[in-house]
């Protein structure tokens, strides 16, 4: 779980980051980086839930 707890800290600094960018950017590239960094940590967390190592796995390649 170490691994999704820095998925946390790297959301936080994207969200943080973000806040700096031109509003001309808030619906394209500021929303596309926090839907992605949000996207890493729930497949982590989708893939831990899963029965198998296998399963697992593909959710951390996703």
Do not use: C
């Amino acid at each position: 779980m170490l691994v999704w707890q820095e998925t946390r800290e790297l959301k936080q600094d994207v969200y943080r980051l973000t806040y700096q960018f031109p509003k001309s950017e808030v619906y394209a590239l500021t929303s596309q980086l926090r839907r992605a960094v949000i996207s890493v940590g729930l497949n982590i967390a989708e893939g831990a839930g899963r029965g198998t190592v296998k399963d697992y796995i593909h959710f951390l390649y996703k």
